[in-house]
């Protein structure tokens, strides 16, 4: 079993920062890979990023060059840095974790993710 907890959401103007964090306890918490979804009213929950227990990352090509995922040496804290926010990023962002294998050409699905946290609030203002 494995607990999420997010923070670091908030409102930022168009162009702004946030940085998110999510903290993972429990058996294997450590291990196992995670990833940044978000999900906006009315819409499909989509990946933003993902970083395997190896340290092999993922992006979506909307937030590439502007979204940094990284973890702690223990590898139960992963982090979410975005830059250059812009409005359509909008969204409940929601942590997961779950074991995730990334290789080159895999996109992360939901289904690689067995965890989840309750989800933080972000708005990007124009």
């Known amino acids: 079993q494995v607990q999420l907890q997010e923070s670091g959401g908030g409102s930022v103007q168009s162009g702004g920062s946030l940085r998110l964090s999510c903290k993972a306890s429990g058996y294997s918490a450590g291990g196992s890979g995670k990833g940044w979804f978000r999900q906006a009213p009315g819409k499909a929950r989509e990946e933003v990023a993902a970083?395997?227990?190896?340290?092999?990352?993922h992006y979506a090509d909307s937030v590439k060059g502007r979204f940094t995922i990284s973890q702690d040496n223990a590898k139960t804290t992963v982090y979410l840095q975005m830059n250059n926010m812009k409005p359509q990023d909008t969204a409940t962002y929601y942590c997961?974790?779950?074991?995730?294998?990334?290789?080159?050409?895999?996109?992360?699905?939901?289904?690689?993710?067995?965890?989840w946290g309750q989800g933080t609030q972000v708005t990007v203002s124009s």
């Open positions: 970083i395997d227990s190896r340290g092999r990352t």
């Open positions: 997961g974790a779950g074991p995730l294998r990334l290789w080159d050409g895999y996109i992360p699905l939901e289904s690689d993710f067995g965890y």
